[in-house]
């Protein structure tokens, strides 16, 4: 049985916080105890131990994992993370955090997570090429356009899941685009896709901000990390005339208060690997970032950056949560009691995973869009999950994170009830 209760909020690791969050809304659903139960647990998990031949000639076994949390929707989906520190529970929580993030964006899939244990900036590109090939070998038995469809997440890129599309191909004999999303547009990606997740940040912060009738131009924004999700949104927001005043990535942060030249940043980033030490800025860690005075606030790192102990000094009037899990369940609390708004991750970052959908029902149809038709689809996608948890929230006075989970924790109890599998 997963134990919630046991742990501080502060303690807990990351599936107990996912479980946490869903004992909240349980209650408000009026959720039966075996439906309740069904959804805390993962349908399906898989470990892999398997062996790399390292470009040194050793031998070095890693691990790795696939869960599928919940399948009653559709196919299992979600990312793939290369990550030293990833452990069962973490892919446990993303697992299923992406199963109500596909429920409350109203996309026909279920919820997955896999993990490798690794670091890939200490392996050579062929190294990672190897792991990954190996890798979707040993998960094959789970992945596939109709059953689980693997996307790329902190770690791991195109390049990455193009060897795990090639890999699976050669097993099944024929080219499989669908079963993977995040893919090179060379060989059956989306357009939109590299900046569908940053897009649908910056989506919801104008909705958010509009609500509040306030605006986007002029807006001081802070953005933690700066891979895939918040270098995209940093570019977003700066393009929209709001005002990027810092930015960090693990090795270190920016910032002016005047606005850094967004443009020039990620041309800095891309030569000399880091943010840090880009001119004309004060360095600032990863930890003080989340402190800046500003308007709005993208963690879009890890889990588990604004906790009790920073979110008292927290100087924004919204969050808007890029990554996923990077707020304590006590640290909502006190962020909800000085009444900053916090944007949850499973709407905050969900523009990622809907440009997925749209990436294999294009590979599917073998018919592809322009950008602008991924766009603008994304668009109405985001607009309507914004409103339905907005209006959750009135319905039920909760905060958004709360209304969320309504809104997603209903749509998969539903299916579920009405396939008949859960009482
Ligand atoms: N890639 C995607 O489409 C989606 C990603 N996410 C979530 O967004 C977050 C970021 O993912 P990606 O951008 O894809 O990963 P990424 O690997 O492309 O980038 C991660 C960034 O965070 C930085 N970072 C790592 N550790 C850090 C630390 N301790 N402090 C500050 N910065 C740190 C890295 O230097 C890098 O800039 C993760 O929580 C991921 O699960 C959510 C939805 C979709
Ligand atoms: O694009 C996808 O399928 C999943 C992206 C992802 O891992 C996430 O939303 O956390």
Known sequence: MPETMMTTAEEMNSYQIALRQLENVAGILKLDAGTHAILQHPKRELTVHFPVKMDNGETQVFTGYRVQHNTSRGPAKGGLRFHPETDIDEVRALAMWMTWKCAIVNIPFGGAKGGVVCDPSKLSLGELEHLTRRYTSEISLLIGPDSDIPAP??????QVMAWLMDTYSMHAGHT???????????IGGSEGRIDATGLGVVMVTQQAARAQGRKLEGARVVVQGFGNVGGAA????H???AKVVAVS??????YNPDG?????????????GSVAG????????????LELPCDILVPAALQNQITSSNAGKIRARMVVEGANGPTTPDADDILRERGITLIPDVLANAGGVTVSYFEWVQDIQSFFWSESQVNHRLGRVMTRAYEEVSAAAQTHNVDLRTAAYVVGVARV???AKMRGIYP
């Open 239 to 241: 393009s929209r005339g």
């Open 153 to 158: 997440d902190v770690g791991t890129n195109g």
């Open 176 to 186: 499989v685009p669908a079963v993977v999303t995040g893919k090179p547009v060379s």
């Open 234 to 237: 940093a570019r977003i927001f």
């Open 413 to 415: 109890a539903e299916a």
């Open 249 to 254: 990535d693990y090795l270190g942060g920016v």
């Open 278 to 289: 880009f001119p004309g800025s004060e360095p600032v860690t990863n930890s003080e970032i």
């Open 260 to 272: 850094l030249p967004i443009p020039e940043l990620v041309a800095y980033s891309k030569a000399n």
